[in-house]
């Protein structure tokens, strides 16, 4: 990864909430301490760096979400890159969450992955959730585009004419873990 790496997006020690709790919270256990305990994260573990480099660096989908005038969530599917610390995303001009990340810049963004069922009957997953703000502009010649789309569609990959807007969302928070 260039630049900053994504363990130094984190705001406070307990901006990430990426530790395993052994037991329930004590009565002297911080706010923000017994917001990241919860009876799911017994069953998970923090990503180690090659695990979250090997995620950013993948194909996979992330979903962008905003939220509109009335507080409503919406999800986006979208494709992105990770560069110097912040996301990148781009999309088609006049998209509505375009308008909804312009109108409120707090979003969420999930990259993850699924893997096959096992005997014991489950789907070990790997996740990055950010909480972040993010910014909508011109995306100058397409050039953003144009790396997301190698990215993920290989080097040939032709140029999309159709004019588009870049999205940048730089992390606040970020939680990379793994069920086990």
């Given at each position: ?5 994504w ?22 256990t911080?706010?923000?301490?017994s917001?990241?305990w ?8 923090r990503?180690n ?36 610390g ?16 312009a109108?409120?810049?707090r ?74």
């Amino acid at each position: 990864m260039r630049g900053r790496s994504w363990r130094t997006r984190k705001a406070t020690s307990s901006a990430f909430c990426n530790r395993r709790p052994t037991t329930r919270p004590s009565p002297s256990t911080t706010t923000s301490e017994s917001r990241c305990w919860t009876k799911e994260a017994s069953a998970m573990r923090r990503l180690n760096e090659l695990e979250v480099a090997q995620l950013l660096r993948s194909d996979t989908v992330a979903r962008l979400a905003t939220v509109d005038g009335d507080g409503f969530p919406h999800v986006t599917p979208i494709w992105f890159l990770w560069d110097n610390g912040r996301f990148l995303l781009t999309s088609y001009a006049g998209r509505p969450h375009l308008r909804r990340a312009a109108e409120n810049s707090r979003v969420g963004l999930v990259i993850d992955v699924e893997q096959p069922l096992r005997a014991d009957g489950e789907r070990p997953n790997k996740q990055i959730r950010v909480i972040g703000d993010a910014t909508v502009a011109e995306d100058p010649e397409g050039l953003w585009t144009a790396r997301i789309r190698t990215k993920y569609l290989g080097p040939d990959t032709p140029a999309v004419p159709a004019e588009r807007r870049l999205i940048t969302v730089v992390p606040r928070r970020i939680v990379a873990i793994a069920s086990v």
